[in-house]
């Protein structure tokens, strides 16, 4: 039997109230088998670690994004594309 990551979700803990200190995020990730369903909410600190993961990949992809965005315009007006190595830092 194996499981399968089905879900990860980080949301308030009463969803229908805003985030606040009597209602903070929550981290809960929800595992498939064939024949099993494990959900768990994760500790703070787990929590943390993922958004600091998804703060980078959504960086870099809004980075690729507008990279790309920026090469289509010249594209379209002749002009030479932008070029940014991958080792370059993001100037925010």
Known sequence: ????????????????????????????????????????????DAMERILEVCQVLIVEGADRAMTEFVNSSRALENESPLQIEDDDEIPF
Not at 13 to 42: C, G, M, Q, W
């Open 1 to 44: 039997m194996s499981l399968k990551l089905h879900s990860l979700t980080i949301e308030p803990r009463l969803s229908y109230h805003d985030v606040s200190p009597t209602n903070p995020l929550r981290a809960k990730v929800k595992l498939k088998s064939d024949s099993t369903i494990v959900e768990s909410i994760l500790p703070d």
